[in-house]
């Protein structure tokens, strides 16, 4: 399921792809590592339940409380794996979202791509009135006109990433326009 995308979304995809992506693609590398942690864990509380309990009688833990004690940590254990599968999921989620957001970036016409490219990629990190204004010079164009084109070009994305048009479909798309 996509995210529902906005012009600051977009502008940080078309500015960041790379590494918006790298860290995406890091993080659920992150989640699956702590995933297979836990086999080590159970292996670690089990250890640590079968040692001598001091206070116990005779120096050995009575089978409740490790009964008792596993049960606990299985439950843990269960809530800890679930948290890690929906974060998993948000992150596919979000890198779906980004590769979308390209996609129709590339399924623009020429002079819409290369907008918001000076605006979002080359002059970034400026602020918005200055961004404006280089994009204008870059492009002959008056101030207006890019504030204009950049809106229309935002929202022809959008429209194409909003559509029913599986990515497959808009790849296609971007197949033949080739």
């Given amino acids: 399921m996509y995210q529902k995308v906005d012009e600051g979304f977009i502008g940080d995809v078309l500015s960041n792809y790379k590494e918006k992506k790298d860290r995406i693609e890091k993080e659920i590398q992150e ?3 702590l995933l297979n942690e836990k086999s080590r864990m159970e292996t670690d509380i089990i250890e640590s339940v079968s040692y ?3 206070l116990g009688e005779k120096g050995i833990r009575r089978f409740g409380d490790v009964g008792a004690i596993f049960l606990a ?3 843990l ?3 800890h794996e679930t948290s890690i599968f929906h974060y998993i999921q948000k992150l596919v989620n979000e890198l779906d979202s980004i590769h979308r957001v390209m996609l129709c970036f590339f399924l623009l016409d020429e002079k819409e791509r290369e907008l918001l490219e000076i605006f979002f990629k080359r002059y970034g990190g ?6 404006v204004h280089l994009t204008a010079g870059q492009l002959d164009m008056s101030d207006s006109t890019v ?3 950049k809106k229309d070009a935002v929202q022809a994305l959008k429209e194409l990433y909003d559509s029913s048009c599986s990515s497959e479909e808009l790849l296609r798309h971007l197949k033949e326009k080739a």
């Fill in 31 to 33: 989640m699956y590592s």
């Fill in 52 to 54: 001598p309990d001091s």
């Fill in 73 to 75: 940590y299985a439950k």
């Fill in 77 to 79: 254990m269960q809530e």
């Fill in 126 to 131: 400026e602020k918005y009135d200055v961004r």
């Fill in 147 to 149: 504030k204009r084109r």
